[in-house]
T-cell receptor
Framework: GAVVSQHPSRVICKSGTSVKIECRSLDFQATTMFWYRQFPKQSLMLMATSNEGSKATYEQGVEKDKFLINHASLTLSTLTVTSAHPEDSSFYIC???????????FGSGTQLSVL | TQLLEQSPQFLSIQEGENLTVYCNSSSVFSSLQWYRQEPGEGPVLLVTVVTGGEVKKLKRLTFQFGDARKDSSLHITAAQPGDTGLYLCAGAQRGSQGNLIFGKGTKLSVKP
């Protein structure tokens, strides 16, 4: 089946620094990628939709200047958490969708801890 | 706001018991997917149902899509400790760029 690689799986950073998370589709071209945030024992909350070659569409309440998304190719999208603060600590997950399939394939997630 | 109500939110049962998880909405979905997620990992797709009234079986798991494609259920027979995890339903709507609307999840704990 389709595979989505996300890394790093875990990152610890100091407050004020920026962290980049990568999401790669390994065996298919992902025209659309999604970024989610998940709090402990809760469901996934969509942050933004990323389309290759265009600006990401952010959900209401998500700061686009804080969570920078780049989808430069059909196999790679990145999420950069800028000037991270402790309240940004969370589990971030990406997913990717091919050109014709409604199925989404998820990365393994990134646990971000901001000290 | 499109909602997918999932219940129960928490479920703790003994090994060997049966259980059912429900997802309900007032919206029609072109397909509905069920995922299982382990702590610290991404969701893993279990099944996709597309046709109203469809029933799919995956070993001890039975998935059903409502006739009107607004609701779905997951039934687990003779639950085992290995079934423990977070179960998520997610609905897809046409023209939504493929984004899924997620239920809040059901945290299942199966005790030996």
């Amino acid at each position: 089946g389709a595979v989505v690689s996300q890394h790093p799986s875990r990152v610890i950073c100091k407050s004020g620094t920026s962290v980049k998370i990568e999401c790669r589709s390994l065996d298919f071209q992902a025209t659309t990628m999604f970024w989610y945030r998940q709090f402990p024992k809760q469901s996934l909350m969509l942050m933004a939709t990323s389309n290759e070659g265009s600006k990401a569409t952010y959900e209401q309440g998500v700061e686009k200047d804080k969570f920078l998304i780049n989808h430069a190719s059909l196999t790679l999208s990145t999420l950069t958490v800028t000037s991270a603060h402790p309240e940004d600590s969370s589990f971030y997950i990406c997913s990717a969708r091919g050109q014709t399939d409604e199925k989404l394939f998820f990365g393994s997630g990134t646990q971000l801890s901001v000290l | 706001t499109q909602l997918l109500e999932q219940s129960p939110q928490f479920l703790s049962i003994q090994e060997g018991e049966n259980l059912t998880v429900y997802c309900n909405s007032s919206s029609v979905f072109s397909s509905l997917q069920w995922y299982r997620q382990e702590p610290g990992e991404g969701p893993v797709l279990l099944v996709t149902v597309v046709t109203g009234g469809e029933v799919k079986k995956l070993k001890r798991l039975t998935f059903q899509f409502g006739d009107a494609r607004k609701d779905s259920s997951l039934h687990i027979t003779a639950a085992q400790p290995g079934d423990t995890g977070l179960y998520l339903c997610a609905g897809a709507q046409r023209g939504s760029q493929g984004n899924l609307i997620f239920g809040k999840g059901t945290k299942l704990s199966v005790k030996p």
